[in-house]
């Protein structure tokens, strides 16, 4: 198994910005997931990227894989006060995924 | 997205007994399940994966005799800590896998477990 790095480790905008977190890993793998917790919260799964997709939407989340670059970004756009939270993404190699440390984002009103 | 359901939310300990968490996939069945253990403002850290009807597969550094896991049933996984000491104290979350390695995995909402 392989552990994502987040990147910024944290982040601050204005609500209606766009905010883009960025993961990188290691070796090969066969999938990658992006998650938001809350604090003192389990994780919420937010989308699934596999390694020969290149680009997925789910309503204002847009995600992107870049294998050759062993990389993935998040980019939330308008967001909002509710989206304040930490994003962690989890690379997946043969079905097991860990984690790195997150970026913590905050979205003020 | 599928729902998992970890129980009890909240648990509270003496030292040296024992503690049994719950995590059911309430949707879908789940060969693989996994159990994580997060410190405050930490990352999780992956703990076991455990397979229906069979042993579960523990990383390294991580006691098997003191965090039993049990995948009995397509649904149902259990993690029991064992003689829990306060520096077990800590959040467990699960996740079950939606279907084979390369499919969504969803998290159950955690335990905090307090031994005192």
């Known amino acids: 198994s392989q552990q994502g790095e987040e990147d910024p480790q944290a982040l601050s905008i204005q609500e209606g910005e766009n905010a883009t977190m960025n993961c990188s890993y290691k070796?090969?793998?066969?999938?990658l997931q992006w998650y938001r917790q809350n604090s003192g919260r389990g994780l919420v799964h937010l989308i699934l990227?596999?390694?020969?997709?290149r680009e997925k939407h789910s309503g204002r989340l847009r995600v992107t894989l870049d294998t050759s670059k062993k990389s993935s970004s998040l980019l939330i756009t308008a967001s909002r006060a509710a989206d304040t939270a930490s994003y962690f993404c989890?690379?997946?190699?043969?079905?097991?995924?860990?984690f790195g440390d997150g970026t913590t984002l905050t979205v003020k009103p | 997205g599928a729902v998992v359901s970890q129980h009890p939310s909240r648990v509270i300990c003496k030292s040296g007994t024992s503690v049994k968490i719950e995590c059911r996939s309430l949707?879908?069945?789940?060969?693989?399940m996994f159990w994580y253990r997060q410190f405050p403002k930490q990352s999780l850290m992956l703990m076991a994966t455990?397979?229906?009807?069979?042993?579960?597969?523990?990383e390294q550094g991580v006691e098997k005799d003191k965090f039993l896991i049990n995948h009995a049933s397509l649904t149902l996984s259990t993690l029991t800590v064992t003689s829990a000491h306060p520096e077990d104290s800590s959040f467990y979350i699960c996740?079950?896998?939606?279907?084979?390695?390369?499919?969504?995995?969803?998290f159950g909402q955690g335990t905090r477990l307090t031994v005192v």
């Open positions: 996740s079950a896998r939606l279907g084979n390695w390369n499919t969504e995995a969803f």
């Open positions: 070796t090969s793998i066969n999938n």
């Open positions: 990227i596999r390694s020969n997709e």
């Open positions: 989890a690379p997946g190699n043969a079905g097991k995924s860990t």
């Open positions: 949707d879908f069945q789940a060969t693989t």
């Open positions: 455990s397979n229906e009807g069979s042993k579960a597969t523990y």
